[in-house]
C-alpha cells in the first residue's frame, strides 16, 4: 500500500492504551485515523484534542462511515465481543484488544461472523510480528536447536498491587484501568504475548495441566478477582511440552527457554520487539551440558521511529498494519481468528485449573513475515 491509498482506521475505545496505538500508527503510513470514539464522551474529547483526530459522537455514525475500513476495538474487555460483533455487521475488518472475547462461546461467534462475511479479525497482542519472535522462529525451523522438546515462558508483571497504580495515567490522561485489570486477570491480559508465538511454532494445544490461585486477597476496590498466579503445562501436537507461568505477584519476568535436543535459545522480554536472542549448543551432550549463550543475530533490526513512554518496547499498530494488509491483499492474516480463539480456549483452561484435553482442530499455519524468510 502506497499513502496515497491509506487504509482508514477508526478506534473505538479512548482509555489508556489507545495512547500506544496513536503514538505507533506514525510507523505505518499505509495507515490513516479516520476519526475515534468513546462512550464516556469528556475522555474522548480529551483524547482527540491531545492528538488532534476527528470525533465520532456516536459509534452508529463511526459504523456508518463507508471509508473506514478497520476498527480497532479498544474498549474494556467486557465490550469486546459486542463492540467486535457490530463492527464486522457493519463490513468492517476488526483488530480487537486481548482478549478476542470473555467467553470461549462468544469468541466462536466472532470467528463464525468473520468467515461467513469474509472479514479479516485479530486480536492482540501482535509481539508474533516483532522482530524478536521472528528471529526465534526461524531459528527453531533452521534446526538450530534439533528438535524442540520443551518450554519455559515466564509472564510475571511484578507485585502490581504494591504499587502506585492508582496514580498511573496515559500521556492524554487515562487512568490505568486497575478494577478491569484485576478482575480480567493476568491470564488473559499476559498469557497471549507467549500463547500466540507457541501456538505459530507448534501447532494446537491437545492438553493443558494447570494450577490457579489468588495469592493476594482482598485487593482495594475491586470486588471479584481473577487468580494472580496461574502455571499451566501445555502439550502441543507436536509433542512440544511448555510451562507457561503468569503472576502479578512474582518480580518481573518475561523470559522464555525453547530446548530442543541439540541446544537452547533463550530471550528476556517478550515486551520488547527487539530483545536479544542467545543461542546455546550442546558441547556435551552425555551430560547435558551446554555452551555459553552466544548472540543470536535478529533477522532484522529491530527500528521503528515512534514509540511511546512505557514498561515495553512495542509497535502496538504492526497488528492493525497486518490487518490492513491481509483485507488488501485478500490473503489469511498473520494473526488468525482461529488461533485467537484456541489462544482464548487455552487461557480458559488454565484459569480453571485441573486437566482438559482439546479435541483436533485442525489450525491452519502461519506464515513468517517477509523478512523473516529462510533466504
Keep these: 500500500m502506497s499513502t496515497q491509498t491509506a487504509t482508514k482506521v477508526a478506534l473505538i475505545g479512548c482509555g489508556f492504551a489507545a495512547d500506544y496505538y496513536v503514538t505507533t500508527m506514525a510507523n505505518h503510513p499505509e495507515l490513516s485515523i479516520g476519526g475515534v470514539f468513546d462512550r464516556d464522551v469528556e475522555r474522548a474529547k480529551v483524547f482527540s484534542s491531545h492528538h488532534g483526530l476527528p470525533l465520532y459522537t456516536c459509534v ?9 475500513k478497520v476498527v480497532v476495538n479498544l474498549t474494556s474487555p467486557e465490550s469486546h465481543f459486542d463492540v467486535s460483533r457490530a463492527a464486522m455487521l457493519a ?36 509481539n ?22 520443551l518450554v519455559y515462558a515466564s509472564m510475571d508483571d511484578g507485585a502490581i498491587h504494591r504499587m502506585r497504580y492508582r496514580t498511573w495515567r496515559s500521556p492524554s490522561g487515562a487512568p490505568w484501568p486497575y478494577r478491569s ?23 494446537q494445544v491437545t492438553r493443558v ?86 548472540p543470536y543475530p535478529l533477522v532484522r533490526e529491530c527500528e521503528f521511529a515512534h514509540r511511546y513512554r512505557g514498561s515495553h518496547v512495542m509497535d502496538f499498530s504492526r ?17 488468525p481468528a482461529r488461533h485467537a480463539l484456541h489462544a482464548l480456549e487455552v487461557m480458559f483452561a488454565m484459569m480453571d485449573g485441573g486437566e482438559r484435553q482439546f479435541a483436533g482442530i485442525g489450525l491452519d499455519p502461519i506464515e513468517p513475515m517477509p523478512w523473516a524468510m529462510e533466504e
Design 60 to 68: 452508529e455514525e463511526l459504523l456508518a462511515e463507508e471509508d473506514i
Design 91 to 126: 463490513g468492517k475488518h476488526v483488530y480487537s484488544e486481548k482478549p478476542l472475547a470473555m467467553t470461549a462461546a462468544e469468541g466462536a461467534e466472532l470467528v463464525r461472523l468473520s468467515e461467513e462475511r469474509e472479514l479479516v479479525l485479530s486480536a492482540a497482542p501482535c
Design 128 to 149: 508474533l510480528l516483532g522482530e524478536t519472535a521472528q528471529t526465534v522462529w526461524r531459528a527453531v525451523r533452521r534446526g538450530e536447536i534439533g528438535r524442540p522438546q
Design 181 to 203: 485489570e484485576f478482575s480480567t486477570g493476568c491470564v488473559l491480559e499476559h498469557s497471549g504475548y507467549y500463547l500466540n508465538l507457541l501456538i505459530a511454532m507448534f501447532g
Design 209 to 294: 495441566s494447570s494450577f490457579a490461585t489468588n495469592i493476594v486477597r482482598n485487593v482495594p476496590q475491586v470486588d471479584a478477582a481473577a487468580p494472580d498466579f496461574v502455571s499451566g503445562c501445555l502439550h502441543f501436537d507436536s509433542g512440544v511440552v511448555a510451562r507457561l507461568t503468569c503472576s502479578i505477584v512474582a518480580p518481573a519476568d518475561h523470559s522464555l527457554l525453547v530446548v530442543g535436543d541439540e541446544g537452547a535459545l533463550t530471550i528476556q522480554d517478550a515486551w520488547d520487539f527487539g530483545s536479544p536472542v542467545h543461542l546455546r549448543r550442546d558441547v556435551l551432550p552425555e551430560r547435558r551440558r551446554l555452551s555459553e549463550p552466544a
Design 319 to 335: 497488528g492493525v498494519a497486518e490487518v490492513a494488509h491481509a483485507a488488501a491483499e485478500g490473503r489469511p492474516s498473520r494473526l
